[in-house]
T-cell receptor, first 111, second 114 residues
């Protein structure tokens, strides 16, 4: 099975940089995803890592270390609209390709 | 535009009733999934389907049933056997189980037992 840990809450200031960490233990690994979820809405896909290293997408970057079972999501130039829950999800390596989700990190951006 | 449509957005169920949540996608995706989300928690997998007429139980399938008679449709029935059904239900699909394919989610159904 999969076990995923991420901090419950984080607070940051508008314009700053914040790093949200995710650690996982898995019996099979075929990629790690980050999703953003605003309150009362469905999650939306942010990033995907399957190889070690950093993937950059505009203000958002995601890093993966498979040997350490560790990932982080880096958000730069924070905006108020970035206040949301950020979900880390690990996909297994079966044909089903299903994902196990962490409980999410609620980020509050303050002026 | 392609996407996933879930209906209804809000659903109220009396105790002892079965209710069915609709999920339809026009993305031509093979795989479809149902997740449940409780307040302050992540998503937990209920059922998933890789192809038509085939589906598998997820981590919390008890009290739920599904069907996959068409590629576009994956309805979820919450039966009276599900003792704590109040939750936010999310349907998702994926183009492939291969490299880089994340989920596309529907807008969700919020189910409340009254």
């Amino acid at each position: 099975g999969q076990n995923i840990d991420q901090p419950t809450e984080m607070t940051a200031t508008e314009g700053a940089i914040v790093q949200i960490n995710c650690t996982y233990q898995t019996s099979g690994f075929n990629g790690l995803f980050w999703y953003q979820q605003h309150a009362g809405e469905a999650p939306t896909f942010l990033s995907y890592n399957v190889l070690d290293g950093l993937e950059e997408k505009g203000r958002f970057s995601s890093f993966l270390s498979r040997s350490k079972g560790y990932s982080y999501l880096l958000l730069k130039e924070l905006q108020m609209k970035d206040s949301a829950s950020y979900l880390c999800a690990v996909r297994d390596n079966t044909n089903a390709g299903k994902s196990t989700f962490g409980d999410g990190t609620t980020l509050t951006v303050k002026p | 535009d392609g996407g996933i449509t879930q209906s209804p957005k809000y659903l109220f169920r009396k105790e002892g009733q079965n209710v069915t949540l609709s999920c339809e996608q026009n993305l031509n995706h093979d795989a479809m999934y149902w997740y449940r989300q409780d307040p302050g928690q992540g998503l937990r997998l209920i059922y998933y389907s890789q192809i038509v007429n085939d589906f598998q139980k997820g981590d919390i399938a008890e009290g739920y049933s599904v069907s996959r008679e068409k590629k576009e449709s994956f309805p979820l029935t919450v039966t009276s056997a599900q003792k704590n059904p109040t939750a936010f239900y999310l349907c998702a699909s994926s183009a492939s189980t291969g490299y880089g394919y994340g989920y596309t989610f529907g807008s969700g159904t919020r189910l409340t037992v009254v």
